[in-house]
């Protein structure tokens, strides 16, 4: 057990669902027995792929059009290219294990009830096209499913990412995505047109309309990074009381922070006028957001109402205010680099595992005492080393510190292709910039073998999937879902 929840799946074993997931009982073993047969010959097809990694497709979205009629194609073409098994199948079956399918069919009603005033009038008729491209395969996929895909990925990312200013002064900005999910077929690079004219660049997986990693054209590039910040829970323990949290959140009206990231885009034209929304628009969980503009970047550190006035991490003292200004982080001179801790901590989780070791008994005892008290945490002291850096914001900066500005735009993918920057979970890599217009999306190929280390993050961890079950209870009020 870890200290936070969170970051379970963010440094737990990387078990690739498809061979690895043994359920206990003997009806769930032959379920996953089949899945793991139509798995294994989607991980080998991916495997091939272009030897390896390749670029991603790229596809044109309409806004002109009807919102139904968006995002269908790019689905459909999808599917058609890599067949219905390795494309939405693993996904909806992620989805159908937080909850069996026969659960969203017969809640849907009061699941999309309480799910479509989050994700807004235009992206519920959206999903109900791609809904309409499933049921036009013979698939069956309920709305409810669709929409609360959008609002779990609040708490499935790992990343990284980078701003590195070039020999111009041009702002390069660099990211990796990690999630413990097997959505490489269905990831894409989407133009979003209007009146004829490109105005957005995204790299989407298709079926999620949100976005997580995206430019304004001529404009300003963002990513946005998890962000895990302890909630206190002396009775129900710190997980839950996160989770209630972002519930309550989203019924505040906060908003998810694709959609929200979404909206920004569309409607701000350059970096300047996206900073301040950036900043203050109340979001649902805590996030990091990188963001470039032509020739500046910051790497925006926050809470869910604004930028972060606390620390992530905690002590005897509880959580730590934030040192004045890193919460909103300019790059100065050469690059930023950003994962899932904040900026300002530069202990290691194995520098925190080693400080720890040399605890006496009563300190170690005294720490121990607190974290049960306060967060229901009922492991050791060093559970709290999970809130500090796995190493990959330190690999990628030793890379850059070994670069010269002339070397920023062609060096940027290799920095990020290297491990452990390049992780388990890692799904794709996208290098942009709005200086000159630059997007590249590279889908990166599974590993082949069950993998440890930073950034194996796996969706399918049973806290995991406890965690979005708690997270729908709460936000529904269907306790016995």
């Known amino acids: 057990d870890f200290i936070l929840g969170h970051t379970h799946s963010l440094t737990s074993t990387h078990e690739q669902h498809y061979f690895e997931l043994q359920p206990a009982n003997n009806t769930r073993k ?16 991916l495997l091939v792929h272009s030897n390896g990694d390749w670029v991603a497709p790229e596809y044109k979205l309409n806004l002109d059009l009807p919102e139904r009629e968006r995002w269908g194609h790019i689905a459909l073409d999808l599917v058609h290219k890599h067949g219905w098994d390795c494309t939405y199948k693993p996904v909806l079956d992620f989805i159908d294990t ?44 309920t709305l409810s499913e669709l929409e609360f895909f959008q609002i779990f990925y609040e708490i499935l990312m790992q990343c990284t990412g980078i701003l590195a200013r070039d020999q111009h002064g041009n702002i390069i900005h660099g990211r990796n995505m990690d999630i413990g999910l097997p959505v490489q077929n269905v990831t894409a690079q989407v133009v979003w047109e209007r009146d004829g004219k490109a105005i957005l660049t995204t790299t989407q997986y298709v079926g999620y309309i949100g976005v997580h990693t995206g430019m304004r054209n001529d404009g300003w590039t963002i990513q946005a990074n998890e962000r895990v910040v302890l909630t206190p829970g002396p009775v129900i323990g710190y997980d839950k009381a996160i989770l209630i949290e972002t519930a309550a959140a989203f019924l505040e009206g906060h908003q998810p922070v694709g959609k929200f990231i979404r909206n920004v885009l569309l409607t701000q034209a350059d970096y300047e006028a996206a900073l301040p929304l950036l900043e203050h628009t109340p979001l649902a969980s805590p996030m990091y957001l990188i963001v470039g503009g032509k020739t500046h970047g910051t790497v925006i ?14 002590s005897l003292w509880g959580r730590q ?50 974290i049960r008290t306060f967060y229901g ?36 993918k290799a920095v990020l292709s290297r491990p452990p920057v390049l992780a388990a979970g890692t799904k794709f890599t996208t290098v942009m910039s709005a200086s000159n217009n630059r997007y590249e999306t590279t889908v990166r190929s599974p590993p082949p073998f069950s993998t440890r280390g930073p950034g194996s993050n796996n969706a399918y961890d049973a806290d995991v999937l406890e965690r979005l079950r708690v997270l729908v209870r709460e936000m529904t009020g269907l306790q016995h879902l």
């Open 377 to 412: 945490d009922k492991g050791k002291c060093d559970d709290l080393c999970q809130l500090y850096s796995d190493g990959r914001a330190q690999a990628a900066t030793a890379s850059m510190e070994a670069l010269s500005p002339p070397e920023i735009e062609r060096q940027m």
């Open 98 to 141: 937080v909850f069996p399918k026969d659960t969203w069919v017969k809640y849907d009603d009061e699941l999309r009830k309480v799910a479509e005033p989050i994700i807004g009038q235009e992206e519920v008729q959206e999903l109900k096209g791609i809904q309409d491209a499933a049921l036009s395969v013979g698939h069956n996929v």
């Open 301 to 314: 550190t926050r809470d869910r109402k604004g930028p972060a006035t606390e620390s992530q991490d905690t």
């Open 321 to 370: 205010p934030v040192p004045p200004h890193a919460n909103v982080l300019p790059v100065s001179d050469f690059f930023l680099v950003q994962t899932n801790w904040d900026p300002w901590i530069n202990e290691t989780q194995a520098q925190c595992v080693q400080r720890m070791a040399a605890f006496s008994p009563a300190q170690e005892t005294l720490c121990e005492d607190y």
């Open 30 to 45: 032959m379920r996953w027995s089949l899945t793991s047969y139509l798995g294994t010959i989607c991980v080998l097809s």
